[in-house]
């Protein structure tokens, strides 16, 4: 490796354990645990079909298999300071399961989100206005478990306290953790992967056909691609290093900036990703990351 060097089951109410307080529960004196189990299937024959998730607390993972239903188990932990504010949180934080155009969506609601019109205006959804669990006298988790069909697409968003793994899917991705990492195994297709506080590791069982974006605010970004891997390679990393062992063809002439009018002055915005070819070049694989390393590296088997 070379551095490059350019820069509903189970249901109960128990009181929470003294180990739960001591890690930050010591408001909340009830807890009940659930799990909520579905078996959905697409409306559609034909391809696309995807898969979405998109959670607020808790951790998801998703696992492709060799079926044509999406197997959801959603672990619920509700906690709370009083019965009277743990049947709240479970009246008012909900998951919503539905299927429409051959898409399958798991969506946790509750008044956390703001249901603004503006939304996020990348996909569609509403954003996160959460005023912390002593506002709410609760807080409510839920912990993904789902199998897809490995020809569907993942489109898959988290939030806080929980990990995002993904494994064995091959049509394409679209994964982001805020408060967490992201993992994907033996995974085929091309997308987008961005964890904002964690690192991202990525394996390839059959490299990226198409332009895909790997990146991390403050984490690793690492990426392990078949042999032959052909593509055009574009980073940047503000504290850290780009590592690769592929041999590097050519440097890739820098892109070109973009420029905006603002109260009627033009406004230039450099593009600081450095490029470069690897093999007889191809898509574009982009690597993003801040405060961390980049290793783009190849898998021995």
């Known amino acids: 490796m ?44 034909a391809a696309p079909r995807t898969v979405r998730i998109d959670n607020v607390f808790g ?11 999406v197997e959801i ?16 949180g479970l009246e008012e934080v909900q998951l919503k399961l539905s299927e429409k155009d051959n898409t399958i969506e798991a ?21 996160i206005n959460y005023r912390g669990r002593n506002y709410y006298g609760y807080e409510v988790r839920y912990d993904f478990d789902v199998k897809v069909p490995r020809a569907a697409k993942v ?6 306290s929980g990990e995002v793994s993904v494994e064995g899917i091959g049509g ?12 994907m195994r033996d995974v085929a297709g091309s997308g987008r992967a961005y964890a904002l506080n964690g690192g991202l590791h990525v394996t390839f069982t059959d490299n990226p056909r ?29 504290n850290g290093a780009v590592y690769t062992d592929f041999p590097v063809v050519t440097y890739l002439p820098t892109e070109p900036g973009k420029t905006e009018r603002r109260d009627g002055k033009y406004v230039y915005k450099s593009n600081s990703f450095t490029g470069v070819r690897v093999g007889t070049g191809g898509p574009e ?7 961390g390393n980049i290793r783009i590296l190849q898998r021995e088997k």
């Open 2 to 45: 070379k551095p490059l060097m350019l820069a509903i089951l189970a249901l109960a109410a128990v009181p929470v354990t003294a180990e739960q307080r001591d890690r930050g529960y010591s408001e909340f004196k009830v807890e009940q645990k659930d799990t909520i189990q579905k078996s959905l299937a697409f409306s559609g024959s």
């Open 59 to 69: 951790g998801v993972r998703v696992t492709g298999y060799d079926g044509a239903t």
């Open 73 to 88: 188990s959603a672990a619920r932990v509700a906690r709370a300071e009083s019965q009277d504010r743990l049947k709240v």
């Open 107 to 127: 969506y946790v609601d509750g008044p956390f989100r703001c249901h603004c019109d503006g939304r996020d205006g990348r996909d569609g959804h509403d954003g």
């Open 155 to 160: 489109w898959i968003r988290n939030v806080n």
């Open 172 to 183: 394409g991705y679209d994964v982001e953790n805020i408060n967490g990492g992201i993992t």
């Open 210 to 238: 198409e332009n895909s974006y790997f990146g991390s605010l403050n984490g690793v970004v690492e990426a392990s691609f078949r042999p032959g891997l052909s593509a055009d390679i574009r980073f940047k990393t503000f």
């Open 285 to 291: 694989l982009k690597f993003d990351a801040f405060n």
